[in-house]
Nanobody, 130 residues
Framework: QVQLVESGGGSVQAGGSLRLSCAAS????????VGWFRQAPGLEREFVAA????????????KYADSVKGRFTIFRDNAKNTMYLQMNNLKPEDTAVYYC???????????????????WGQGTQVTVSS
């Protein structure tokens, strides 16, 4: 059973950048589809970005929410068993708790649904001020 630990959150001004990390233990992260979700106070958890597992038939495919497309990048470092979310040109509306998630059964059709992920990190706060 894989355990996930996020890091890299913090406070930045609008236009700034942050890189979130999600380190895995107890499992090989490349065998899992992985994603990032976020939740702002009073709102539901929403999809941010995801990438299918390494070696899937269709290749590793990434997907982004429209609100972050062109600003955020999800990527893996399989040697470090870690995945990342590079966030550039941050906006105040990006403020939320960010969670990483993993599941071995994630496909390109399910990767943006949080209910499809079995394993979650504890979350890391990102605050963007105007």
């Amino acid at each position: 059973q894989v355990q996930l630990v996020e890091s890299g959150g913090g406070s930045v001004q609008a236009g700034g950048s942050l890189r979130l990390s999600c380190a895995a233990s107890g499992g090989t992260l490349s065998s899992y589809g992985v994603g990032w979700f976020r939740q702002a106070p009073g709102l539901e958890r929403e999809f941010v970005a995801a990438i299918t597992r390494t070696g899937s038939i269709s290749g590793s495919i990434s997907k982004y929410a429209d609100s972050v497309k062109g600003r955020f990048t999800i990527f893996r470092d399989n040697a470090k068993n870690t995945m990342y979310l590079q966030m550039n040109n941050l906006k105040p509306e990006d403020t939320a708790v960010y969670y990483c998630a993993a599941d071995p059964a994630i496909t390109i059709w399910t990767m943006n649904f949080h209910a499809r992920y079995a394993y979650w990190g504890q979350g890391t706060q990102v605050t963007v001020s105007s």
